[in-house]
């Protein structure tokens, strides 16, 4: 069994949509899972904290919107683990997106290598992709509580994406006569 879930209801007017889709945003970075229309769950740990206090802020600025937090357990094993598995789920997707970016990123590198590119601001651009990589991955670490499958592998990835990098820069370098 996990440390519980916090389960929050979410009432925010249709208008004006900035603020739905605010809310809807911070709760999809805090890694929150819908259950049913304006219901969603999350592991109880500081992230969600941290997630539900910027969701609060912004509640509060919208008319009339309303923050429901419940603290929550499956009854049983089955609804445990089905929450879990579903929270699971969507951390599995989203390290899908990321690795499917790491292999742009691999794509991009080995096409400036063929290209023969080695320019400072084509070496700053890649950097700058890669920074946004690990930005990346460092959130969706955090999010991760019960370790999604394809985690690991996008460790190898980022780590690879590293050392693509680290050979590109070493080509510009030469290239230029640093």
């Given at each position: 069994?996990?440390?519980?879930?916090?389960?929050?209801?979410?009432?925010?007017?249709?208008?004006?949509?900035?603020?739905?889709?605010?809310?809807?945003?911070?709760?999809?970075?805090?890694?929150?899972?819908?259950?049913?229309?304006?219901?969603?769950?999350?592991?109880?740990n500081?992230?969600?904290?941290?997630?539900?206090?910027?969701?609060?802020?912004?509640?509060?600025r919208?008319?009339?919107?309303?923050?429901?937090?419940?603290?929550?357990?499956?009854?049983?094993?089955?609804?445990?683990?089905?929450?879990?598995?579903?929270?699971?789920?969507?951390?599995?997707?989203?390290?899908?997106?990321?690795l499917?970016?790491?292999?742009?990123?691999?794509?991009?590198?080995?096409?400036?290598?063929?290209?023969?590119?080695?320019?400072?601001?084509?070496?700053?651009?890649?950097?700058?992709?890669?920074?946004?990589?690990?930005?990346?991955?460092?959130?969706?670490?955090?999010r991760?509580?019960?370790?999604?499958?394809?985690?690991?592998?996008?460790?190898?990835?980022?780590?690879?994406?590293?050392?693509?990098?680290?050979?590109?820069?070493?080509?510009?370098?030469?290239?230029?006569?640093?």
């Open positions: 069994m996990s440390a519980g879930w916090v389960v929050v209801v979410v009432k925010v007017p249709s208008e004006p949509s900035r603020h739905r889709v605010a809310v809807w945003r911070e709760l999809r970075r805090g890694g929150a899972i819908p259950l049913a229309a304006g219901t969603w769950a999350l592991p109880a500081p992230l969600t904290t941290e997630t539900l206090d910027k969701v609060r802020d912004l509640i509060d919208a008319p009339d919107g309303e923050l429901l937090r419940l603290d929550a357990r499956g009854q049983d094993d089955l609804s445990e683990s089905r929450l879990r598995e579903q929270y699971t789920a969507a951390r599995e997707a989203e390290w899908a997106e990321f499917a970016d790491c292999a742009k990123f691999h794509a991009e590198i080995d096409r400036e290598i063929a290209k023969g590119k080695f320019t400072l601001a084509e070496l700053e651009e890649e950097e700058q992709s890669l920074d946004r990589l690990r930005r990346w991955h460092r959130e969706l670490s955090l991760d509580s019960f370790g999604a499958p394809s985690a690991a592998r996008a460790a190898v990835d980022l780590k690879e994406s590293t050392e693509r990098l680290e050979g590109y820069a070493e080509r510009v370098y030469r290239a230029l006569g640093q």
